[in-house]
């Protein structure tokens, strides 16, 4: 009796222990779409973490390790070229995205880091299209990523003068997470060129009050002082180019555009000293022409003097 209450309890141990375990066995088919491995999915996991936070390291290193496991892999292509992106190597990331964005294109990440590509290589038509998938594919809740992906469709109309349609697209950003600052400078910049002074200069400087972006920001400035030549402010305008420089020396289109200023205040050897230092920043010839024109100007001015 002891004998076969004991095979019972064996029995049942197995059924407990035994079983489950092969119900939850590794089964290939489960991860079919992550090519059939359980490994490549937990690597795309992190590398899709890694992108969404911006480590692009990680995220490349992740790739090439998906790509070491299956050199077939599409989400291993497609991290890859996320990575590439992060180093600024856009031309060579480009064909890795495109090769997953045809298999693999549920994944914005890849659209996202193309469209980055194709910003910095002056494609805007393509990027517009690429970041219009990105704002499709982003869950609502992320409400953060979401308005980031819109302030880039809007930069890539303001790029291709659709100045209106970049606005609307800046409001919808600007509703939906206000903590985004970017969108103040991109709409300002659309109220910029539509000639709406005062609204380009409220979303300006909203946006230098609240970026730590120190580029950005005195970049930003160069665009107020030049609204402030456009009205005839020259001393606000040389407020602002000032202003810019103490954030930035390098920043070359403050140096061209306080020369300007200074010019049109017959302040002719400042503007000349000014052209001088421009001068060393500028490297494309027709660039460097009109800056020598604009020094032809002053030292005419001289003369008269």
């Given at each position: 009796?002891r004998i076969k ?14 079983f489950?375990?092969?119900v ?14 359980r490994?490549?999915y937990?690597l ?21 390790r998906i790509l070491e496991?299956?050199?077939s892999?599409e989400?291993g292509?497609?991290?890859?070229g996320c990575g ?10 480009l064909?890795?995205l ?8 549920n994944?914005?990440?890849f659209?996202?880091c193309?469209?980055l ?8 038509e ?11 594919k982003i869950?609502?809740?992320?409400k953060e990523?979401?308005?980031w ?7 890539c109309?303001?790029?291709?003068l659709?100045?209106d ?9 600007i ?7 970017f ?6 910049y659309a ?8 609204k380009a200069?409220e979303?300006?400087?909203?946006y230098?009050?609240k970026?730590?972006?120190k580029e950005?920001v ?8 030049v609204i402030?030549?456009?009205?005839k ?16 020396k ?12 200074y ?5 002719y ?9 421009a ?5 494309d ?14 030292k ?6």
């Amino acid at each position: 009796m002891r004998i076969k209450i004991y095979i019972a309890v064996v029995a049942l141990a197995l059924q407990v222990f035994i079983f489950p375990i092969s119900v939850s066995a590794y089964n290939p088919d489960s991860y079919k779409d992550y090519c059939g491995s359980r490994y490549i999915y937990d690597l795309v996991q992190e590398a899709k973490t890694a992108c969404d936070e911006w480590e692009y390291k990680q995220c490349l290193k992740k790739g090439y390790r998906i790509l070491e496991a299956d050199s077939s892999c599409e989400y291993g292509y497609g991290f890859v070229g996320c990575g590439l992106q992060g180093k600024k190597k856009y031309k060579e990331a480009l064909p890795y995205l495109s090769r997953a964005i045809r298999r693999k294109n549920n994944f914005y990440e890849f659209y996202m880091c193309r469209g980055l590509c194709y910003i910095e290589l002056g494609k805007f038509e393509v990027a517009l299209s690429d970041f219009s998938e990105v704002v499709k594919k982003i869950p609502n809740e992320k409400k953060e990523k979401l308005a980031w992906a819109i302030c880039q469709v809007a930069y890539c109309k303001n790029a291709l003068l659709r100045f209106d349609e970049a606005i609307t697209d800046l409001n919808k950003a600007i509703k939906m997470y206000p903590e985004h600052f970017f969108s103040y400078k991109e709409r300002g910049y659309a109220y910029d060129h539509k000639g709406n002074y005062t609204k380009a200069m409220e979303d300006y400087n909203y946006y230098i009050s609240k970026s730590d972006d120190k580029e950005k920001v005195a970049s930003t400035m160069v665009s107020m002082g030049v609204i402030e030549i456009t009205l005839k402010k020259y001393d606000e305008a040389l407020h602002y180019f000032n202003e810019t420089l103490k954030k930035n020396k390098d920043e070359r289109y403050a140096y061209w555009n306080r020369a300007v200023t200074y010019q049109l205040m017959k302040k002719y050897d400042n503007s000349l000293s000014d052209l001088n230092t421009a001068l060393k920043y500028y490297t494309d010839s027709s660039e460097i022409s009109r800056i020598y024109n604009i020094m032809g100007e002053d030292k005419m001015g001289l003369k008269k003097f």
